[in-house]
């Protein structure tokens, strides 16, 4: 089965930075797509960047600047490197994964497999 842990949250002035983690059990990592998607309370989750099994990364617009997502296929861990945080990114963040392919237009609507739970980042102004 299949479990996604986040890890890298945490408390952060303005203009810091943050990784966030996240490991897989291990069944499907080196086959999967693995994305990251946030979400502020009372509003819809919002994608924010995949990477392929190759480690071809993709971006929301928004994030594409300063946003940088990565994996670790040896450690079965994903990771989003966020510079230069912004009072905005205070939200949860969670890690997804896919076993096949997905279109752009599924990542954009949260069409993935699994989910882990989240991990809180807050960044104070």
């Known amino acids: 089965q299949v479990q996604l842990v986040e890890s890298g949250g945490g408390l952060v002035q303005a203009g810091g930075s943050l990784r966030l983690s996240c490991a897989d059990s291990?069944?499907?990592?080196?086959?999967?797509?693995m994305a990251w998607y946030r979400q502020a309370p009372g509003k819809q989750r919002e994608f924010v960047a995949y990477?392929?099994?190759?480690?071809?990364?993709n971006y929301a617009d928004s994030v594409k600047a300063r946003f940088t997502i990565s994996r670790d296929n040896a450690k079965n861990t994903v990771y989003l490197q966020i510079n230069s945080l912004k009072p905005e990114d205070t939200t949860v963040y969670y890690c997804?994964?896919?076993?096949?392919?997905?279109?752009?237009?599924?990542?954009?609507?949260?069409?993935?497999?699994?989910w882990g739970k989240g991990t809180l980042v807050t960044v104070s102004s």
């Open positions: 990477i392929t099994s190759g480690g071809n990364p």
């Open positions: 291990g069944s499907i990592f080196s086959i999967a797509a």
């Open positions: 997804a994964a896919n076993q096949y392919g997905r279109s752009w237009y599924e990542y954009l609507n949260n069409r993935m497999d699994y």
